[in-house]
């Protein structure tokens, strides 16, 4: 056989070339770790105070690697000016804005003898900000319907085009209205987007049975920062808590539906004074476990439920399975922690109750027996585990530590985490 030069060296490279295919494709996936954000957040776009730059700089000098910005039924696109100082901001946010990012960035006019200032859209303020690997900006929006006289609202995080308030004939139609138009525009535009429920007790809007049927829902604010928005509940009205564990419990064992993750938000409103009384950013976000930080793979793994809430408590691991649910957290020196595994054991009492008041049904959550969502563990310590008996439902964890949370949600709260339920095969 006559092989010249030239052929070796080619054969040579066409292997080389093969093994280097080969390796790249035994490479491992990029190693994931922990990215934290806030998916629910308002600017001057609906009813924030402040300018979404500025809005923006706030979270990524805090240390969060991404952001959602979710005004009120729109999106931060389009021409829109408002007035200079006549807005929820004033005089003060607006010479805040100028020192920030200077009379270039910034831009004014006179319309009509009045001072007006246009605010950026996320297409042009993006850039600013985005760091591969470091922030990341997230198109959101807060879709805002409601029933009667409850407000009905909803996240979209990741649409492509605006979402206006479906509508429908009881609160839980409504839900699955709006639902199914984000669905339905991912569906169109396979790009991914999900849809979360937001603050259920804000108005007491919402209870377990009007999400319980819920289909392609998988995320609801177990903890949202805004105070005005009745997280814990109150003699007649379940908090949000014990909602997560009705709605985890039948949607499991009755309904044979997916269980709901919880988040945590901001639902940041105030960015110039901070107290318990305002609406102010910081208070509550999510990790999310993903190989990068990008849309798709944030939620891909929210959606695998590889993320956990938190209001200040960090965990390194989260170990979700198959027989066991277990943490490993981030001590901080002279802070102690609890960790509740919470759960519901099959066999349990489904039966329940409407709450009345005067001898009437109040529209609110239904009482159901202790052993949903019961205390199936309290462990100290920073690695605490639940080893599965073999007859739970799911299993999910709260860690509460002993440090106060600084400007908190209500007075007198500590530092917690809440960790997605363990659902055994
Ligand atoms: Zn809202
Ligand atoms: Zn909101």
Redesign the pocket.
């Known amino acids: 056989m006559n092989t010249s030069i030239p052929d070796i060296k080619r054969r040579v490279r066409l292997a080389l070339t093969l093994a280097l295919a080969a390796s790249t494709f035994a490479l491992p996936a990029a190693e994931s770790r922990w990215w934290k954000g806030n998916l629910h957040t308002h600017t001057l776009w609906s009813d924030g105070d402040d300018y979404p730059e500025m809005v923006v700089g706030w979270y990524k000098d805090h240390g969060y690697h991404f952001l959602s910005l979710s005004d009120h039924n729109r999106l931060q696109e389009g021409e829109y000016w408002i007035n200079a100082t006549n807005n929820r901001g004033g005089p003060a946010a607006l010479e805040r804005y100028l020192a920030r990012h200077g009379t270039q960035w910034v831009e004014r006019r006179t319309h009509q003898d009045q001072p007006q200032v246009r605010l950026k859209t996320l297409a042009e303020f993006r850039a600013l900000f985005e760091e591969p690997g470091r922030f990341l900006l997230i198109q959101g929006e ?1 879709i ?1 319907d409601h029933f009667e006289k409850r ?1 009905l ?1 909803l996240n979209a995080t990741n649409l492509r085009d605006l979402i206006p308030p479906q509508g429908g004939k009881t609160a839980a139609e409504v839900l699955q209205n709006n639902i199914n138009a984000v669905l339905d525009q991912r569906r169109r535009t396979g790009q991914p987007m999900i849809p979360h429920i ?2 259920p007790n ?1 108005g007491w809007a919402l209870t377990a049975e009007d999400m319980v049927e819920l289909k392609g829902e998988r995320f609801f604010e177990v903890y949202n920062g805004h105070p005005g928005v009745r997280n814990y509940g109150d003699a007649t009205h379940a908090g949000t808590e014990r909602i997560w564990d009705i709605l985890l419990t039948r949607r499991l064992a009755e309904l044979r539906l997916d269980p709901i993750w919880g988040t945590a938000v901001d ?1 940041a409103h105030a960015y110039h004074s901070f107290n318990p009384k305002a609406s102010n950013p910081g208070r509550g976000w999510i990790m999310v476990r993903a190989p990068e930080l990008s849309a798709a793979a944030l939620i891909a793994a929210m959606e695998r439920g590889d993320f956990y809430a938190s209001t200040g408590v960090e965990l390194t691991e989260v170990r979700r399975g198959p027989r066991e649910l277990g943490l490993e957290i981030k001590a901080e020196p002279g802070v102690t922690y609890l960790t509740r595994f919470i759960g519901t054991r099959k066999g349990y009492n489904p039966a329940s109750e409407p709450v009345l008041a005067d001898g009437r049904p109040v529209v609110t959550t239904r009482r159901y027996s202790p052993e949903i969502g019961t205390v199936l563990a309290e462990v100290r310590g920073a690695t605490p585990r639940y080893q599965l008996k073999g007859d739970e439902i799911y299993v999910r964890a709260t860690v509460v530590s002993s440090k106060l949370k600084s400007n908190p949600f209500a007075v007198g709260d500590y530092e917690t985490a809440w960790v997605q339920p363990l659902v055994p095969e």
């Open positions: 807060e805002s407000p609202h937001n603050h804000f639902d």
